[in-house]
């Protein structure tokens, strides 16, 4: 049974920043582009990030700049770290697994993490 485990949520002020890990388990981790994927209120989830297996990353206009991904296959873990945060980039956040860094949809998905920025 796949699983993965979002962390690292929280409230911040804008400014700030956060750590979001995503522990996986049960897949062949290597194998999986890792992507981080946010949905604020009333509004689609959208793609901030994502990692190949052999790292290579893609990210969301938005972010560029600020937010860093980043795995350690060894330890099934993907991360996100986000700095500079803005009242905006307020929502839940979900870590999933997808074969390809620039297409397709996730195979895999958390339960999500919720990131708050204050203003």
């Known amino acids: 049974q796949v699983q993965l485990v979002e962390s690292g949520g929280g409230l911040v002020q804008a400014g700030g920043s956060l750590r979001l890990s995503c522990a996986a388990s049960?897949?062949?981790?290597?194998?999986?582009?890792m992507a981080w994927y946010r949905q604020a209120p009333g509004k689609e989830r959208e793609l901030v990030a994502a990692i190949s297996g052999g790292g290579s990353t893609n990210y969301a206009d938005s972010v560029k700049g600020r937010f860093t991904i980043s795995r350690d296959n060894a330890k099934n873990t993907s991360y996100l770290q986000m700095n500079i945060l803005k009242p905006e980039d307020t929502a839940v956040y979900y870590c999933?697994?997808?074969?390809?860094?620039?297409?397709?949809?996730?195979?895999?998905w958390g339960q999500g993490t919720q990131v708050t920025v204050s203003s």
């Open positions: 049960g897949l062949t981790f290597g194998s999986y582009a």
């Open positions: 999933a697994a997808r074969r390809r860094l620039y297409s397709g949809s996730p195979e895999y």
